[in-house]
């Protein structure tokens, strides 16, 4: 069943260009828009957050947002909260990578089976978020 806008949680990948833990962050948001919690999360274009979109700005305020970050500079974390969006939790790709210290993610561009192995470990925590937030 597909949630109402309101009812959503927008999950904002950094944007980690030339970064393979950044391309990690997008890829396990990708999986859970377009796969595990399709019609339950969406995501936008930190771009246009970072621009001062006002659609992109009054979805984050009105929504509540995750946060996945590829390092701990946390561009997608600090833009959310500096735009006064309604951030109720934060992912870094990193940490996952100390709990998974075999995963060695090296590709940028397209992502290594390490690289997708990772994604998938940060997708299923995020998830388990998402199920706790429509719950509350
Ligand atoms: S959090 Fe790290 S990987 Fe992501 S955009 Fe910022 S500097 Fe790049």
């Not at 009105?62 to 600090?78: F, H, L, T, W, Y």
């Not at 006064?84 to 709990?99: E, H, I, Y």
């Not at 089976?113 to 997708?123: Q, S, T």
Request: hydrophobic share 40%.
């Amino acid at each position: 069943m597909k949630a109402s806008p309101s009812e959503r949680v927008i999950v904002v990948p950094c944007s980690g260009i030339g970064k393979p833990l950044g391309s990690v962050s997008r890829e396990a948001v990708y999986e859970l828009v377009e796969n595990t919690r399709k019609g339950v999360t969406e995501t936008i274009c930190l771009a246009l957050l970072v621009s001062g979109d006002k659609e992109t700005l009054q979805l984050v305020r009105n929504s509540r947002c995750i946060a996945v970050d590829g390092c701990p500079m946390q561009c997608a974390e600090k833009n959310l909260k500096h735009v006064g969006g309604n951030l109720v939790a934060s992912f870094r790709v990193v940490d996952a990578l100390k709990q998974n210290k075999k995963l060695k993610p090296k590709s940028v561009t397209f992502l290594d089976r390490d690289g997708l192995e990772l994604a998938a470990a940060v997708a299923s925590q995020v998830a388990r978020k998402v199920d706790e937030i429509l719950t509350e």
